[in-house]
DNA sequence: AAGGCGGGGGG
DNA sequence: CCCCCAGCCTT
């Protein structure tokens, strides 16, 4: 039999597959070697000397890592990430915290509902006795999509699953030049490096991946002088590797106006619990107006008639931009049965925007 | 399929 | 100022 009629056999996504896995013979292994010797030292993970010595990763810290890392930077998350483990190394210690308390932790790292998931994932791990060790028996766990599924099964289990991530759609969205509709290109990633994770160290492999993606895949001026998979690269031989990704443009943020009361007694700042769903849903919070993105916001009744804004905060929230007048007043006004928090832990507990009111109030 | 959901750092 | 980043969930 020809090998024109062994492929002809094939089904047709298998020979689409296999066509591309051909395109990039030995990229994996020309990846894996650069990444023996540049692999990132990060707290997470074990290094490339300790995984081939046998030491097996922990699935706790890897899947607390991923978990911080959606749609955040490793520095930012690092910082976390340690005062996380440090507080909890566990995953049973993690899910005998109280809500407030992991609340009040992940303060300031945005993407609220990760906090809310990660209890109910932890929760559920120690109630099942242990973690899936499969990307679809982790898929199935809250807080874990199919990045994250994958990168957990790859890195605390060796399976053979793939990670792409944003660092990996950018590496092959240069490696295929992708050109068309960015929705389409990632599905097609997708199953290309699904095809392409290795036997043997998918680990590795996405570790690698990632790490080229952000130490010269990077953004802006990738160092493709240096790039241990350039021959393989479209892009660069088109000579405009920046070009890549494609992506649609983004809609514009609305401003939105309103007045945030930073009210204190003794030392306790006015606070409200937010609710569980919702922008900064399950959060700490200072009591506020409306948001408007047209009109001036109702005052509410208690607020005197001579009260006076000190100052304005603005923050970039993911879908529109807000415009705060931080007023500054002292209890004796305010009815109802408020929750009052020491300034102290409500500085390390509250948002960021609700910091940077209460910091301009003192 | 589309939109809601944070925050910070880099160019 | 702009950009984007180790995405997930709901509707």
Redesign the pocket.
């Known amino acids: 039999m020809t090998m024109l009629a062994i492929v002809h056999a094939m089904p047709t996504r298998e020979k689409a597959a296999s066509a591309e896995s051909t395109r990039f013979d030995g990229l994996s292994d020309a990846l894996l070697d650069w990444y023996s010797a540049h692999a990132?030292d990060?707290p997470?993970?074990i290094g490339p000397a300790q995984r081939a010595k046998g030491i097996p990763a922990d699935p706790y810290r890897v899947w607390l890592?991923?978990?911080m890392?959606?749609?955040?930077?490793?520095?930012?998350?690092a910082r976390y990430f340690e005062a996380f483990t440090r507080r909890w190394p566990t995953v049973v210690d993690l899910a005998d915290a109280a809500d407030a308390d992991v609340m009040a932790a992940w303060?300031?790292?945005?993407?609220?509902?990760?906090a809310r998931?990660l209890l109910k994932c932890a929760r559920e791990v120690v109630e099942r006795g242990d973690w899936p060790r499969t990307e679809t028996g982790l898929?199935e766990?809250?807080?874990?999509?199919?990045?994250?599924?994958g990168?957990v099964a790859a890195?605390a289990f060796n399976q053979r699953a793939p990670?792409v991530?944003?660092?990996?759609?950018?590496v092959f969205a240069r490696l295929l030049a992708a050109k068309g509709e960015w929705?389409a290109e990632k599905a097609v990633i997708a199953s290309l490096v699904r095809d392409l994770v290795p036997a043997d160290r998918p680990a590795e492999f996405a570790?690698a991946l990632?790490?080229l993606?952000?130490t010269i895949c990077?953004?802006?001026?990738p160092n493709c002088l240096i790039c241990p998979v350039r021959s393989w690269c479209a892009a660069q031989a088109e000579g405009e590797p920046e070009r890549y990704?494609i992506?649609p443009?983004?809609?514009?943020k609305p401003l939105r106006r309103g007045d945030v009361y930073v009210v204190l007694r003794s030392g306790d700042v006015m606070t409200q619990t937010r609710p569980q769903?919702?922008?900064?849903?399950g959060?700490l919070g200072l009591p506020t107006s409306d948001w408007l993105e047209d009109g001036t916001p109702e005052k509410p009744d208690w607020l005197p008639d001579s009260a006076r804004p000190i100052g304005e905060v603005r923050?970039?929230?993911?879908?529109?931009e807000l415009q705060l007048s931080v007023f500054r007043l002292t209890s004796g006004t305010v009815p109802g049965n408020p929750g009052w928090t020491p300034v102290d832990d409500a500085e390390k507990a509250?948002?960021?925007?609700?910091?940077?009111a209460l910091k301009l109030a003192f």
């Open positions: 990132r990060l997470w993970r890592a991923e978990i890392l959606q749609q955040t930077t490793v520095p930012h998350a303060a300031g790292l945005g993407y609220y509902a990760r998931n898929r766990l809250p807080g874990i999509g199919a990045y994250t599924a990168a890195l990670a991530d944003g660092n990996v759609d950018r929705k570790e990632m790490d993606g952000a990077t953004p802006k001026r990704p992506k443009a983004r809609k514009a769903n919702g922008l900064l849903g959060m923050h970039v929230f993911t879908h529109f509250l948002p960021s925007v609700f910091r940077k």
